[in-house]
């Protein structure tokens, strides 16, 4: 299995630029979540899907982000307008079905940086 | 929501020696306490797991004890090799909620 895959690994943008951050979950995992990890705030979960539907996305910070699953495979968050304190790393992460203890498995990471 | 914090942020220990991370938790009801690896570079890495039914888990060099009572978990980590220099974060989730709450993290330093 390939794992969670991301894309960009690293992107430097201009303030004001729009990001998008793709990710290919796991086959056959039917939850996606998307987490922001900054050295101040550690690990924080965005927003999370089941079924490639949003579940809970009041981790959310702002009406700047937004992040969409139009199938099984895929998913992106965007950023629009990117702001320097957006600059983190964005995991994606899968896993399968909602038993306790079920693993979720992270992406390497999209390594954001706006100026 | 859960609180989770960790602690020593920073930890350093000679190749050999024994390593030990402690989490409290503040949601009585949370019943399942993964322990994730990161290594500069990569995503975290679950590498133990442990649910509320059971006091202790063991895995080779990797062991994680529960206290319910006191609301605290430990990863311990015996004969540490350079290998396992990397963050560590501990997390809690409450049974039938999806959302992981995740400690800071500790960095663990072997020295050799």
């Known amino acids: 299995d390939a794992g969670v895959i991301q894309s960009p690994r690293h992107e430097v943008t201009e303030m004001g630029q729009e990001v998008t951050l793709r990710c290919k979950p796991i086959s056959g995992h039917d939850y996606l979540f998307w987490y922001r990890q900054t050295m101040m705030r550690g690990l924080e979960l965005l927003i999370y899907f089941n079924n490639n539907v949003p579940i809970d996305d009041s981790g959310m910070p702002e009406d700047r982000f937004s992040a969409k699953m139009p199938n099984a495979s895929f998913s992106t968050l965007k950023i629009q307008p990117s702001e320097p304190r957006d600059s983190a790393v964005y995991f994606c992460?899968?896993?399968?079905?909602?038993?306790?203890?079920?693993?979720?498995?992270f992406g390497e990471g999209s390594w954001l940086t706006v100026v | 929501g859960e609180n989770v914090e960790q602690h020593p942020s920073t930890l350093s220990v000679q190749e050999g020696d024994s390593a030990v991370i402690k989490c409290t938790y503040s949601?009585?009801?949370?019943?399942?306490f993964p322990w994730y690896k990161q290594e500069l570079g990569k995503g975290p890495q679950l590498i133990i797991d442990i649910r509320s039914n059971v006091g202790e888990k063991k895995d080779q060099r990797i062991a994680v004890t529960l206290n319910k009572t006191a609301k605290h978990f430990s990863l311990h980590i015996t004969e540490t090799q350079p290998e396992d220099s990397a963050v560590y974060f501990c997390a809690a989730r409450r049974y039938g909620n999806n959302r992981l709450a995740f400690g800071k993290g500790n960095q663990v330093v072997v020295i050799p």
């Open positions: 949601d009585s009801a949370s019943n399942y």
């Open positions: 992460a899968s896993s399968l079905g909602t038993a306790d203890g079920n693993t979720i498995y």
